[in-house]
């Protein structure tokens, strides 16, 4: 996902050009912001696909806000799946 689909807008990244087609937040983080990091239980970090600077790429933080951190930091990958 990009910062787009979870924020509705670029917040680290350094353009709208990685963005593409796919330039909407999707409806569940509109509609219930509270699993932009959780699935209910437990909260967690994850990539997303923006490019912020060299080496270093876009992330949800644990609180739900946006960073951008280095490549090598380990962090989880979350899928998506459009439907429709």
């Known amino acids: 996902m990009s910062e787009m ?3 509705g807008g ?3 990244s350094s353009s709208h050009y990685d963005t593409r087609i796919d ?3 999707y409806a569940l983080f509109q509609l219930r912001p509270e699993f932009i990091n959780s699935n ?3 909260r967690f970090h994850y ?3 923006n490019i912020s600077g060299v080496g270093i790429f876009a992330d ?3 609180q739900g806000q946006s960073f951008g951190y280095v490549a090598s930091v380990e962090k989880g ?3 998506r799946f459009l439907i429709g």
């Open 5 to 7: 689909n979870v924020y």
């Open 10 to 12: 670029n917040i680290w």
């Open 23 to 25: 330039s909407r937040q």
């Open 40 to 42: 209910g239980r437990s």
């Open 47 to 49: 990539w997303l696909k």
């Open 60 to 62: 949800v933080h644990g």
């Open 77 to 79: 990958v979350r899928p």
